[in-house]
């Protein structure tokens, strides 16, 4: 499977862009790549919220 790849612009602030860059400085990667891995993370949890819908579910022991 091959990824696409495409080009885009963010107008982040200075706050989120220094903690962004501190984070990434951590991990010890480069800015760009946490921040596509920050974006990939929140893609997720975006798609499983749609999938499994927001509210929270309580699973129960059927004891019967």
Same mark, same amino acid.
């Given at each position: 499977?091959? @990824?696409?790849?495409? &080009?885009?612009?963010?107008? %982040?602030? *200075?706050?989120?862009?220094? !903690? /962004?860059?501190?984070?990434?400085? @951590?991990?010890?990667? &480069?800015?760009?790549?946490? %921040?596509? *891995?920050?974006?990939?993370? !929140? /893609?997720?949890?975006?798609?499983?919220?749609?999938?499994?819908?927001?509210?929270?579910?309580?699973?129960?022991?059927?004891?019967?």
């Amino acid at each position: 499977m091959t @990824e696409e790849m495409e &080009t885009i612009t963010l107008d %982040i602030s *200075d706050d989120v862009f220094m !903690k /962004l860059a501190m984070q990434a400085h @951590e991990r010890n990667v &480069t800015l760009n790549t946490h %921040i596509i *891995d920050v974006l990939k993370d !929140k /893609l997720k949890d975006a798609e499983y919220q749609f999938e499994k819908g927001t509210k929270p579910q309580l699973l129960a022991e059927d004891k019967t």
